[in-house]
Each structure stands twice: as structure tokens, then as C-alpha cells.
């Protein structure tokens, strides 16, 4: 489709409704990559076009990512934000595109709510410890909606970098969450987010994950946050955790067989290829 073409297909369907999120995201997105920002002197009228359709789309998103901080922040929020992520879902298994690491619109979307601060500058991990890279936000709804966590639960993220998953398992549910993570501008940043969003339920702690007093979860989730000796140390301490009471380990990437080849730990279903893996403590 020619630049043009698209230009008059955009303006044509009005993209307007608050609902037509995803179709936003994926026009701005296009209009990134065929218009590019090209102010001054070089700048075409269609390029001109093209920026007033850019601004206004990002205006509505924007509009909708206030509207429901506002709706988190007075205590609610749940309602609206899994009705995205069921959308979402139900469009990714549409398309076959429900598995996989990649990111999507509904990622977009939690950014926007969420509104982190990415640091600049992060400290250098040591051996073994894996850099940060977010759930894809689909996978967490997809957790959420399957480990049914009651307000008796306390979910620990370790290595939990910005905190995506614990902001919104405690958005969604009432659970206590936590985050685990060594590098203190993600823990502050989080922090941060959980506090502009009134979420008492949600703490973060700065530490190694090997410290972790895991007397304090029911529900630990490992978005392989390290691999070798460290995931030794971290599976043996949650090993003698679950000799004295029911836990549930969950499982997303590379250290899924990891975690899967425990003997204490059973798999609540089928293992799925690039899906969220649920474990319990075998009694
Ligand atoms: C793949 S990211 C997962 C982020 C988060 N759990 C999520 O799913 O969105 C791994 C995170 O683990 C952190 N990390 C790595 N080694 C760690 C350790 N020994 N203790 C605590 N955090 C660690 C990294 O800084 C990074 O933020």
C-alpha cells in the first residue's frame, strides 16, 4: 500500500472509539515506520498529514491509559485491565500467536498504565545472572487468570526488574505481591509506580534473590532471572520451603525443564511450549 494510500485508509475508518486500542497501536506503529519524523525544511505536506494523525492517536491512548490509573488509584482498575487482556488473549489465540516471547499491543498498553521510568544506567550482572527483560504482559494476564490467587496468597517475583508482575497480579487480585530484585533503580522505579498507583498490597525488595526469607510466599514466579549455581541455591531453598507447607513455583522461559525436572515439584497440566508453567509441592 502506498504511504498515501494508507494516509486515506487511517482517516477513513475512524479509530476514534476508545476500544479500538489495539487497531491505534498498530496504525501508529505503521505510521512510525512509512513517516518517519522529518521536521524542517524536508517536510512534505503528506509527512505533515501524517504527524496530525500520529498526535491524535497517541492523545487518545493516552486518555485511556489515564482513565484507568485514575480507576487503580481509587482502588478499582481490575475490571477494565483484564478486559484488555482477555481481548488480547482472545485475539492472539485468533492468530495462533498466544505462545512466544514476543510483545504485543496489550504490552503497550500496560506500559502506558503502569508508566515506568526506565533508568539510564543499570549496574553490570555478574556471571550466571540474567538482564532484564519484561513477561510479556499477555503471559501475565494468562498467569493471573490460572493460579486464582486469594487474598490468603502472597506471590514473590524474584527478579522482578521493574515490576510488571507484581503490580499487576496486585492490581488484579488481592494478594500480597513482592518483588525480588538486585539492582536498586528498578527497585526504586517500581516502587515508585506502586505508589502513584495506591497499591499497599505490593512491596519491593532490593537484595539477591539467594537472601530471600522464602518463608514469606505461597507463589513464587521465575521469569529466568538466573541460571546455574544460583538457580541451585534458589531451588534447594525452595525445596526445604516446601517440606514444611504447600508451595506453587511458576515457571516462564529458559529455566522451565529446569524447574520441570524437580522431583518435589509437579506440574499442575501439560507443559505448554513458551506458556507461564505452574508447579506444585508435591505433599
Ligand atoms: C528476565 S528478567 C525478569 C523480570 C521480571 N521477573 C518479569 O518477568 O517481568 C530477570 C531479572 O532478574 C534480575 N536478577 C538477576 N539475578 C538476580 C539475583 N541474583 N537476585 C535478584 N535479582 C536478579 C535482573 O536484574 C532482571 O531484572
Redesign the pocket.
Known amino acids: 500500500m502506498s504511504a498515501l494510500q494508507m494516509l486515506v485508509e487511517e482517516q477513513k475508518h475512524s479509530l476514534d472509539e476508545p476500544d479500538r486500542l489495539r487497531d491505534r497501536i498498530e496504525a501508529l506503529d505503521r505510521l512510525e515506520t512509512y513517516f518517519p519524523d522529518e521536521r524542517g525544511a524536508g517536510e512534505t505536506d503528506i509527512h505533515r498529514r501524517a504527524r496530525a494523525i500520529q498526535v491524535r492517536l497517541e492523545t487518545l491512548n493516552h486518555t485511556l491509559y489515564q482513565t484507568v490509573r485514575c480507576e487503580i488509584q481509587r482502588g478499582g482498575g481490575r475490571d477494565s485491565l483484564l478486559r484488555w487482556a482477555t481481548a488480547s488473549n482472545q485475539a492472539a489465540r485468533a492468530v495462533g500467536q498466544v505462545s512466544g516471547e514476543g510483545y504485543d499491543y496489550l504490552d503497550e498498553l500496560v506500559s502506558g498504565i503502569l508508566q515506568f521510568e526506565n533508568p539510564d544506567t543499570v549496574a553490570e550482572?555478574a556471571a550466571e545472572?540474567?538482564?532484564?527483560?519484561?513477561?510479556p504482559a499477555r503471559h501475565v494476564f494468562d498467569l493471573i487468570d490460572r493460579i486464582a490467587l486469594t487474598e490468603r496468597d502472597v506471590l514473590v517475583?524474584?527478579?522482578?526488574?521493574?515490576g510488571?508482575?507484581p503490580l499487576l497480579a496486585a492490581i488484579c487480585t488481592n494478594a500480597r505481591c513482592i518483588g525480588?530484585?538486585?539492582?536498586l533503580a528498578?527497585v526504586d522505579c517500581a516502587r515508585r509506580s506502586a505508589k502513584t498507583l495506591n497499591l499497599p498490597r505490593v512491596t519491593f525488595i532490593q537484595?539477591?534473590?539467594?537472601a530471600t526469607d522464602f518463608s514469606i510466599g505461597t507463589v513464587f514466579?521465575?521469569?529466568?532471572?538466573?541460571t546455574g549455581t544460583?538457580m541451585r541455591t534458589v531451588l534447594d531453598a525452595l525445596r526445604v520451603e516446601a517440606a514444611r507447607r504447600a508451595i506453587r513455583v511458576c515457571a516462564?522461559?529458559p529455566c522451565t525443564p529446569t524447574i520441570a525436572g524437580e522431583p518435589w515439584l509437579q506440574a499442575a497440566g501439560p507443559l505448554e511450549t513458551d506458556r507461564v508453567a505452574i508447579f506444585h509441592s508435591r505433599g
Open positions: 550482572l545472572m540474567v538482564f532484564y527483560q519484561p513477561t517475583d524474584l527478579g522482578s526488574g521493574l510488571h508482575v525480588i530484585e538486585l539492582e528498578y537484595q539477591d534473590a539467594r514466579f521465575l521469569y529466568t532471572p538466573f544460583i516462564f522461559g
